[in-house]
């Protein structure tokens, strides 16, 4: 029984943590997402947190609203996909006891090898920003924190590592700036966050492991300042306090419950600090602007996943992160404005490693552009290639099995790449 309990707690982390998880292979390192608006697409990110050239600067530093002396609105779409690849993988299987002991017949081994557990998801967004006069100004948002979806099929060999993640969430955001001076100005903002998850592990024999979809919310805050140094040469600086998101939902272990019942739990899922650095210049005399930031990942504070009435379910051992962002802006006429940038990010994942979650350090390639439809309104356009690097995975497990005191122990040992293509659509107007 002791050993059945175990594994179940396992599984639970295992499968949960990776509803969390999943969305970092398409995005960024974690299970952070970049993808507030299609300019900041199109540069990386570079210098997001002070630019302003539209309302989504308000996601990144609510005090950039006080660079606007008209009311804004943006709104678009992104579209994530992800090209997950398990190579050079061999999956394992072996009956033992109670101690680990081998029983029966010897190790049996397969190939595992994956060429796309990616797939295609869409985050829209909308951003609004009202002055209210040369001092105050107010905003609304809500766009997508993450969302992504990760499956493999039904007889793949390692099932029970691999399944269905499909992740989705929401942040709604009320914002409000002041201006002190032509130089400072200061912001804060409150974030609801919604996040859902369905999540299936199985056997590739068709055993069903576990079934589950689980939602909830979460309460964070959002503070930044700006530092106006001329009108061509800006700064920004901007903290986001990120919270325990409780989730809560109905469980099925398909009968390696004691009732054979589904359990009902709340999960308590720690996201992390943000803090972000962001610098734009405009050379003097030319159409060409320089911008850069850099970001602060607290993912330390991902240690481990605990449960109201299961306990602490895994323990993590997450390192924070950081990600380096250069980007330009060329000014081409009234027309047209083009823009690239390139980011470096890097890998929250230290010693643990998955194939349903791979993680590494990664680089985006951006490029896009903006077309003024006239003097009050534009379209953006954006576009980003993340490609990561070769990650060494090895995962184990105890299943029970219909013998009395006889285990399941599986074993996949793989190498996961994963790269991404992120595109993003938005319109902007000033009234």
Same mark, same amino acid.
């Given at each position: 029984?002791?050993?059945?309990?175990?594994?179940?707690?396992?599984?639970?982390?295992?499968?949960?943590?990776?509803?969390?998880?999943?969305?970092?292979?398409?995005?960024?390192?974690?299970?952070?997402?970049?993808?507030?608006?299609?300019? *900041?697409?199109?540069?990386?990110?570079?210098?997001?947190?002070?630019?302003? +050239?539209?309302?989504?600067?308000?996601?990144?530093?609510?005090?950039?609203?006080?660079?606007?002396?008209?009311?804004?609105?943006?709104?678009?779409?992104?579209? &994530?996909?992800?090209?997950?690849?398990?190579?050079?993988?061999?999956?394992?299987?072996?009956?033992?006891?109670?101690?680990?002991?081998?029983?029966?017949?010897?190790?049996?081994?397969?190939?595992?090898?994956?060429? +796309?557990?990616?797939?295609?998801?869409?985050?829209?967004?909308?951003?609004?920003?009202?002055?209210?006069?040369?001092?105050?100004?107010?905003? &609304?948002?809500?766009?997508?924190?993450?969302?992504?979806?990760?499956?493999?099929?039904?007889?793949?060999?390692?099932?029970?590592?691999? /399944?269905?993640?499909?992740?989705?969430?929401?942040?709604?955001?009320?914002?409000?700036?002041?201006?002190?001076?032509?130089?400072?100005?200061?912001?804060?903002? =409150?974030? &609801?966050?919604? /996040?859902?998850?369905?999540?299936?592990?199985?056997?590739?024999?068709?055993?069903?492991?576990?079934?589950?979809?689980?939602? *909830?919310?979460?309460?964070?805050?959002?503070?930044?300042?700006?530092?106006?140094?001329?009108?061509?040469?800006?700064?920004?600086?901007?903290?986001?306090?990120?919270?325990?998101?409780?989730?809560?939902?109905?469980?099925?272990?398909? *009968?390696?419950?004691?009732?054979?019942?589904?359990?009902?739990?709340?999960?308590?899922?720690?996201?992390?600090?943000?803090?972000? =650095? #962001?610098?734009?210049?405009?050379?003097?005399?030319?159409?060409?602007?320089?911008?850069?930031?850099?970001?602060?990942?607290?993912?330390?504070?991902?240690?481990?996943?605990?449960?109201?009435?299961? /306990?602490?379910?895994?323990?993590?051992?997450?390192?924070?992160?950081?990600?380096?962002?250069?980007?330009?802006?060329?000014?081409?006429?009234?027309?047209?404005?083009?823009?690239?940038?390139?980011?470096? +990010?890097?890998?929250?994942?230290?010693?643990?490693? #998955?194939?349903?979650?791979?993680?590494?350090?990664?680089?985006?390639?951006?490029?896009?552009?903006?077309?003024?439809?006239?003097?009050?309104?534009? &379209?953006?356009?954006?576009?980003?290639?993340?490609? /990561?690097?070769?990650?060494?995975?090895?995962?184990?497990?105890?299943?029970?099995?219909?013998?009395?005191?006889?285990?399941?122990?599986?074993?996949?040992?793989?190498?996961?790449?994963?790269?991404?293509?992120?595109?993003?659509?938005?319109?902007?107007?000033?009234?």
């Amino acid at each position: 029984m002791n050993k059945t309990r175990l594994f179940k707690k396992s599984l639970l982390a295992v499968t949960i943590t990776t509803a969390t998880l999943a969305s970092q292979q398409a995005l960024a390192a974690g299970f952070q997402l970049n993808a507030q608006s299609a300019t *900041g697409i199109g540069r990386a990110f570079a210098g997001d947190a002070v630019i302003a +050239d539209n309302a989504s600067v308000m996601a990144r530093n609510p005090a950039a609203m006080a660079l606007f002396d008209k009311t804004e609105l943006s709104l678009g779409f992104e579209s &994530i996909t992800s090209m997950i690849e398990v190579k050079d993988a061999t999956y394992t299987t072996l009956l033992v006891d109670a101690n680990g002991n081998p029983v029966g017949f010897p190790p049996s081994q397969s190939n595992a090898d994956y060429d +796309d557990a990616g797939d295609t998801s869409i985050a829209p967004n909308i951003h609004l920003i009202v002055p209210v006069n040369d001092t105050f100004a107010w905003g &609304i948002n809500a766009y997508t924190n993450f969302g992504t979806k990760t499956e493999f099929s039904d007889d793949y060999v390692a099932g029970e590592y691999g /399944g269905l993640t499909d992740v989705k969430s929401m942040n709604i955001g009320l914002a409000g700036s002041v201006r002190v001076n032509e130089q400072w100005s200061f912001g804060a903002g =409150l974030d &609801i966050i919604y /996040g859902q998850g369905k999540l299936e592990r199985s056997l590739a024999s068709g055993t069903e492991l576990l079934s589950a979809d689980a939602n *909830g919310w979460g309460l964070g805050f959002n503070v930044g300042t700006v530092f106006e140094l001329n009108e061509n040469n800006r700064f920004g600086l901007a903290y986001h306090y990120s919270p325990n998101l409780q989730a809560k939902g109905d469980i099925n272990y398909a *009968g390696y419950t004691e009732s054979n019942s589904a359990i009902s739990d709340t999960l308590y899922m720690p996201l992390p600090d943000l803090l972000e =650095l #962001s610098g734009y210049h405009r050379i003097e005399d030319t159409k060409f602007a320089v911008h850069y930031s850099v970001q602060y990942i607290g993912w330390s504070s991902f240690d481990k996943l605990e449960a109201d009435k299961s /306990g602490v379910l895994n323990n993590y051992d997450w390192q924070n992160g950081m990600h380096y962002a250069i980007g330009g802006t060329y000014y081409l006429n009234n027309d047209w404005t083009l823009r690239t940038g390139y980011m470096y +990010d890097t890998s929250a994942q230290d010693e643990l490693t #998955s194939i349903s979650v791979p993680d590494s350090d990664r680089q985006w390639f951006s490029a896009g552009f903006t077309y003024h439809l006239d003097s009050k309104s534009n &379209i953006d356009f954006g576009f980003t290639y993340l490609m /990561g690097k070769d990650v060494d995975v090895k995962e184990t497990k105890a299943l029970p099995t219909p013998t009395q005191g006889v285990y399941l122990a599986t074993q996949v040992e793989a190498t996961t790449h994963a790269d991404a293509i992120l595109l993003g659509l938005q319109y902007s107007r000033s009234f």
